[in-house]
């Protein structure tokens, strides 16, 4: 099993918060927490991001994931601007969630709220090698839907 330390940034002011958890044995991610001091009320399509308080030590050769909780996306209309964000190996900032209110009414954040979800994953560099031509496959050059209509 690999190990992500986590840092408070602000351990006094933060210490009634929960570090990132995994909510269920079969959960893919865990859950993080909003670290605002005050709410936040987000109006429709705004963006704001969202402090957690934390830093992380990814190792090399793996990434952390930002991913939208359902339940906010379902109820709020809450989900992560740039779903899913990466958060680099060599990153060792503060953890901020870019969300985006979609629904048509404001949303409140309140301070421990669940806001996103960490899913890490192996993420290999790999050679990047410039060519005239690539070579050919089934599907070829065909783009968005070419592969069939879902039912």
């Known amino acids: 099993m690999t190990t992500v330390q986590i840092q408070r940034l602000h351990p006094e002011r933060d210490a009634d918060l929960p570090l990132p958890r995994y909510m ?3 959960a893919a991610g865990a859950d993080v927490v909003a670290a605002n001091e005050s709410p936040i009320v987000l109006g429709p399509l705004a963006r704001v991001a969202v402090p957690t308080g934390l830093a992380l030590a990814i190792p090399a050769g793996w990434e952390a994931q930002v991913r939208p909780r359902s339940g906010n996306a379902l109820k ?6 740039n779903s899913p964000g990466t958060i680099d190996s060599d990153y060792r900032g503060e953890v901020g969630v870019l969300l985006v209110n979609l629904s048509d009414k404001p949303v409140q954040i309140t301070r421990g709220d669940r806001i996103c979800q960490l899913v890490f994953a192996q993420a290999p560099q790999v050679t990047l090698t410039e060519v005239v031509t690539l070579d050919d496959t089934k599907r070829g ?3 968005f839907g070419s592969t069939g209509l879902s039912q």
Do not use: M
């Open 24 to 26: 269920t044995p079969g």
């Open 76 to 81: 709020k209309g809450l989900t992560v601007v």
């Open 141 to 143: 050059a065909g783009g």
